[in-house]
């Protein structure tokens, strides 16, 4: 940050206040960064080890109780290792390490991303409305494209009401990814804040993406 060289001594004394504030973001910032990639590291080895141990006592003589526990430990396991999974991509986003080297068809990956939930969506009895217009292609990593449709969908399908709907459209103006569940209980502008959910059921992600995905297209 460069700042006016100044005689006045009042804005001196303020350039020097800026200067010592922006470095002070700035390292608050990198410790945060570095906080987050450890923290993401450091997760993978014991979560991994709990796993391979869970794994045995499962394949053991145990009894129907303990079978219940392993079981319960496994599902708790699971959300600890989405948790970590979530802080190594929003590391990675920051970092911008998810460069979109070519243009992704987001009109064949929708169309795949549906036809994965079809059954579940037969099963909830959901009617879905699609309107998708052919070879639309957006400069957008093709992992995060792919992460992007599948939290939008099962969004729309999970907080969902009983034989409702879902629409879907895509033209080249944006995405449109619309159920029949219930309003929000918060204002909608602050669903598009990363960590922001409108009901005690709703994830952590959807918001976020969201937002991500208003803007890519």
């Known amino acids: 940050m460069r700042l006016p060289g100044t005689s006045t001594s009042e804005f001196r004394e303020l350039n020097g206040f800026l200067l010592k ?17 450890n923290a ?14 869970l794994d045995l006592l499962m394949e053991s003589d145990i009894h129907d ?35 979109a080297k070519e243009p992704v068809n987001f009109s064949r990956l929708l169309r795949e ?8 969506m037969q099963m909830k009895a959901l009617r879905l409305v ?12 093709a992992s995060l494209a792919d992460l992007l449709l599948t939290n939008l969908i ?35 502008e602050e ?3 990363r960590f922001k959910k409108g009901t005690p059921a709703a994830t952590l992600s959807v918001s976020g993406w969201q937002l991500f995905a208003r803007s890519a297209i």
Do not use: C, W
């Not at 470095?23 to 410790?31: A, L, N, T, W």
């Not at 033209?171 to 204002?187: H, K, T």
């Open 154 to 188: 099962s969004n729309a399908i999970r907080h969902n009401e009983g034989t409702g709907n879902i629409f879907v459209r895509l033209r080249r103006e944006g995405l449109v990814i619309a159920n029949s569940g219930r309003e929000p209980l918060v204002p909608t």
């Open 130 to 141: 699609a309107e998708i217009e052919d070879k639309i292609y957006i400069p957008l990593h």
């Open 40 to 53: 993401s590291h450091e997760l993978q080895t014991p979560t991994a080890i709990i796993r391979g141990k």
């Open 191 to 193: 669903l598009f804040e």
């Open 21 to 37: 504030m922006t470095d002070k973001v700035r390292e608050d910032y990198q410790s945060l960064k570095e906080f987050t990639e």
């Open 65 to 99: 109780e303990q079978a219940v526990l392993i079981a319960e430990m496994q599902n708790a396991l699971e959300r600890l290792s989405r948790i970590h999974s979530s802080l190594t991509l929003l590391t990675k986003l920051e970092n911008q390490e998810y460069e």
């Open 113 to 120: 991303g549906l036809a994965s939930f079809q059954e579940l």
